[in-house]
Structure formats: C-alpha cells, structure tokens
C-alpha cells in the first residue's frame, strides 16, 4: 500500500513536471496589482497584492476574454481581464504586462535611483519614460494613445485617475496633483571684463579716443563691461561705480573702433604691470600725473597711449598729448627712456 501511494506521489510530480516544462513562462514587465485575484489590462495602480517587476508567471489558459496565469514564486493564480473601452486585443494588452524577455538589463540600464524606485514600485521626478514603465507598467490605451506624449493618464480606481507628466527632457515633472517642478535655472554665463590699461578722462558721458586729459578719470585698471558694439563707438558700464559710458571714435584716428578700445581696456588684469613700477612711478600714475624721471610705461598708464596721429610711433621721443580739443601738452623722453621735459 505504502509502495503504490509512493509510485502515485512519483508519476503526479512527473506528471506536473512535465505539464511545467510545457507550460508558457514569461516575466513581469512592471510591478502590477491583483484585486481579489483578477489583473485589469486598464491597469487600476490604486491597491491590491503586488506582482514585482521581473516575477515568473506561468499562463496556464488563454482565451479570448481572459488569460488565466499563476505567480510561480507564491503559487498565487489569477486572471488577466480586459475591457472594451481599450479598443486592442487581450492578447496584444497582455503582451504589455508579460513577456519573454527579463526585464532585468532595462533595469540595469537606469539610474541608481530609478533603480531603487523601479524596484520599490514608486514613481518620482526625475524618473525617465522607461523608469516609469517598469515602475508601474503601460498607461491604457483609452486614456493614452501614444506613450511619446507628455501626459501619462492611469486609473488609480474605477473611479479617479491621476496624470503622470513628463518635461521637454523626458524626465518627469510632476505626478498626480503635484505641482509641476520649477525648472532648474539656466547655468549663470560668465561676464566678460575689460580692464582699464591707463586712467582715461571722460566728459558727458563719453571717452573720447583722443584721450583728452581734463574731465573725471576712470582709473588704471579698472573693470568694465562691454555693452555694445558699433562703428564708431563702443558703450560700456565701470563695474564699480556702474557709471555707463561711450567710447568714441572718428576719422581722425585711421584705426577700426574696437581695436582702439582693446587697446584702452585690456581682458588681462593690469595689476601686475602697475606694480612692476617703482614707488615713485606708481604713486604718479595714481594720481594721473606725469613728471620728469617717469618711464614710458609709466606715462602710459597714466595718461594713456598717445594719439597716433599725432605720435605714429611708442618709441617716438616726443608724445603728443590732447588737453582739451584746442591745446596740447608734449611729453620729451631723454635717452635713458625718462620723461626730461613736460611742455
């Protein structure tokens, strides 16, 4: 008796065996939620008991109104239902919740945190179009024709349903009725700033190429910024005092604008140059003076380069300065490359 209830336990394990080794074996695309034992293809994500994403199901029937399947894991059988409104076969709906492949390298394929979401079944921001896939599974059909739209719509019961949206980027942006995430701010763009490379005179809002040597001073090295860029003249701001300002050129000078104005204000920080100087030079161009003994550098920076067409050249021994539109002051530079005179 003993031995026939044996071979009977040994040939209903074989038996079974074989009915699994035949049976259809697929993977669970997302994390899915069984109501007293029944999976909607409308896919209602309010409660339930889970299917986690990547579970064996066996499909122990199919027909044209339900597929009936078992968790191999937990044993626990249910039945794939469908419903009119969703306008696609069973068969083709039940492709989108179980299918061949594992689910497994799409997973990998995420971020560390869509990871851990996908895996506890929680939507966040941030999410991918693919995180939310296998986070929760398709959206139906009904409510959301194209899963390249921007606006995900689930069933969260029979009777409510929540949105999930997603950015420009494809990342999500807000879940049900959150409010949508603020947009990061745009990266902050590095100003560029010229530097005075002398202590420059203007007068009613204007710097005149001439330099003319009256009127308030921007100082040596000081920080501009470049506002616009025309012709004839270049406007600028003085960043410490904001004072905006007009560099201007005419024909006189022979030289394109912006040339002239690179040469008054300089990327490079003039700091360095200043302090090449001895005291005596650098405490003169401070004050924006010239006097004998001075060297050429130092005379340029305090009053700035010679109008060219009146000095063509630096090395000229005599600079030509502008005082104001009807006199002019020269500087006389002896051969030890001094200012000897001041006339």
């Not at 986690?52 to 339900?66: F, L, M, T, W, Y």
């Not at 990342?171 to 049900?176: A, E, F, N, P």
């Not at 305090?302 to 090395?315: C, I, K, L, R, V």
């Amino acid at each position: 008796m003993y031995r026939k209830n044996v071979l009977g336990a040994l040939f209903a394990l074989g038996l079974m065996t074989a009915m699994s080794a035949r049976a259809e074996v697929l993977f669970a695309q997302a994390n899915f939620l069984l109501n007293k034992n029944q999976l909607s293809a409308v896919n209602y994500r309010g409660k339930g008991v889970a299917i986690p994403v990547g579970a064996k199901v066996a499909v122990i029937e199919r027909d044209s109104d339900e597929v009936r399947c078992k968790v191999i894991d937990s044993g626990a059988e249910f039945r794939f239902v469908t419903h009119r409104s969703l306008g696609k076969p069973i068969n083709v709906l039940f492709s989108g919740f179980f299918a061949e492949q594992d689910p497994a390298p799409r997973i990998a394929a995420l971020t560390p945190e869509e990871q851990k979401g996908v895996r506890a079944g929680e939507l966040a921001r941030g999410m991918s179009r693919e995180a939310v896939l296998l986070t929760v599974g398709p959206p139906p059909p009904h409510k959301t024709p194209s899963l390249q739209g921007n606006r995900w719509i689930y069933w969260a019961s029979k009777f409510s349903t929540f949105d999930v949206e997603f950015g420009p980027d494809g990342k999500v942006v807000r879940i049900g009725d959150e409010p949508v995430a603020p947009a990061p701010p745009p990266p902050p763009v590095e100003k560029t700033y010229y530097h005075a490379t002398a202590n420059f005179h203007f007068d009613d809002g204007t710097v005149s190429w001439v330099n003319y040597l009256k009127g308030p001073i921007i100082p040596f090295n000081a920080r501009v910024e470049v506002l616009d860029k025309g012709s004839s003249s270049v406007k600028f701001k003085v960043v410490d005092s904001g004072a905006e300002l007009e560099f201007e050129n005419d024909a006189r000078s022979g030289s394109d604008t912006w040339k002239l104005f690179q040469a008054a204000f300089a990327l490079e920080d003039q700091a360095g140059k200043l302090e090449a100087l001895s005291p005596d030079d650098r405490k003169k161009v401070s004050a924006s003076e010239v006097e004998p003994g001075m060297s050429r550098e130092a005379v340029r920076m305090a009053w700035g380069p010679p109008p060219p067409h009146e000095t063509p050249s630096f090395n000229s021994s005599t600079w030509t300065y502008w005082k104001s539109k009807t006199s002019k002051v020269r500087v006389k530079f002896g051969k030890d490359d001094k200012v000897a005179t001041i006339e």
